[in-house]
């Protein structure tokens, strides 16, 4: 299932891509590891961000869905992810 918040997390996620390969760039040019751990930081903080918005999406549009039948299960598998 498509939701609306899904295009503006890939957005998100290629942009965490993009980042992703210029810090391996970075780490090949012997970069220092103090540069490497603070873009290796806003990367990581990128992802957690997106996955943060796709849970509470989903938390938000289908565990609330009457069609959905959103269960307190499926509510503690996604929480872990939190």
């Not at 957005?11 to 780490?27: N, V």
């Amino acid at each position: 299932m498509k939701h609306e918040s899904h295009p503006a997390i890939t957005k998100r996620l290629k942009r965490a891509e993009g980042h992703m390969r210029s810090i391996i760039a970075m780490i090949e040019d012997g970069r220092p590891c103090v540069d490497l751990a603070q873009q290796l930081h806003a990367v990581e903080k990128a992802i957690g961000s997106a996955k943060r918005e796709l849970i509470h999406d989903h938390i938000e549009h289908c565990l609330d869905d009457d069609r959905h039948h959103g269960s307190l299960k499926e509510l503690k598998q996604l929480a872990k992810y939190l």
